[in-house]
């Protein structure tokens, strides 16, 4: 079992910047990618980064360019830089850590970016 604990939403206004972290714990044995997803009122939870273990990095096109994943292995933690906030950034966050079959979330964490 992995247990994942996400930090560092708020409220800014369109320009601003958040940085997100998400720690993991428990069994790590076997953890391949961490990464972040988020979903807006209404809609589908969808991919916003990802990385692997080596550091390979995938971002949903929405959002390349003004966020960066990055993730500490010693430290079992991946973050979230997000810069030139908009406000269709708005939702619940949610870290994502993955095992082969078996993909383990945190409880979210609200961001909400106003005009």
């Known amino acids: 079992q992995v247990h994942v604990v996400e930090s560092g939403g708020g409220s800014v206004q369109a320009g601003g910047s958040l940085r997100l972290s998400c720690v993991a714990s428990g069994n790590m044995a076997g953890v391949n990618d961490m990464g972040w997803y988020r979903q807006a009122p209404g809609k589908q939870r969808e991919l916003v980064a990802s990385v692997t273990g080596g550091g390979g990095t995938v971002y949903a096109d929405s959002v390349k360019g003004r966020f960066t994943i990055s993730r500490d292995n010693a430290k079992n933690t991946v973050y979230l830089q997000m810069n030139s906030l908009k406000p269709e950034d708005t939702g619940v966050y949610y870290c994502?850590?993955?095992?082969?079959?078996?993909?383990?979330w945190g409880q979210g964490t609200q961001v909400t970016v106003s005009i």
């Open positions: 994502n850590v993955k095992k082969p079959w078996v993909d383990f």
